[in-house]
């Protein structure tokens, strides 16, 4: 059949203005969460992640929010900046480490 | 740099060939992981090895096959490529294979079947 590329929300924003990046994960059971950024021709890097015990966890400019109650997760990127552009993806950890990644969004950010 | 090195970084071959894309973990990381980065399927987890020994299979095919030597590298092994096989390969590692180790990844080896 014919391949049909991924079609990935995109989210731009102003440089300086915060981000929200939303995702919604499937497994109830998933335990630990985490938040990779790609940059275009790199490999995925760890952003900041969270256990289902917390509803929140704070990094350097950056805070993730967990609702177990509707299975969604959010990334806030504070005062965004040009090299903040990148895909971000989501991933919940299900049995030992194995990691089922969301299709991922696209951040554009304008100057 | 996450410390995961993957070679080869760019990988061209025809149908039909076979490959083997090798992976080197961070010091000290036992977990070794291989994924697949497609347009059509985004990341998919395609297998784990801990130490040696094969933790976790995921999305791969039986014509994949992978494994973990006691120097801790690993490679992925792939054959009877299809042109659907072209995309990047990510290794990644962790220190133990339990829930909570952060994963890093390597920057991935890029294959194009012709």
Known sequence: ?111 | DSGVTQTPKHLITATGQRVTLRCSPRSGDLSVYWYQQSLDQGLQFLIQYYNGEERAKGNILERFSAQQFPDLHSELNLSSLELGDSALYFCASSVAGESGNTIYFGEGSWLTVV
Not at chain 1, 25 to 43: L, P, V
Not at chain 1, 51 to 68: A, E, H, I, W
């Open chain 1, 1 to 111: 059949g014919e391949s049909v590329g991924l079609h990935l929300p995109t989210l731009s924003v102003q440089e300086g203005d915060n981000s929200i990046i939303n995702c919604a994960y499937s497994n109830s059971a998933s335990d630990y969460f985490i938040w990779y950024k790609q940059e275009s021709g790199k490999g995925p890097q760890f952003i900041i992640d969270i256990r289902s015990n917390m509803d929140k966890r704070q990094g350097q400019r950056v805070t993730v929010l967990l609702n177990k109650t509707v299975k969604h997760l959010s990334l806030q990127i504070a005062a965004t900046q040009p090299g903040d552009s990148a895909v971000y993806f989501c991933a919940e950890r299900e049995y030992g480490n194995k990691l089922v990644f969301g299709a991922g969004t696209i951040l554009r950010v304008k100057s």
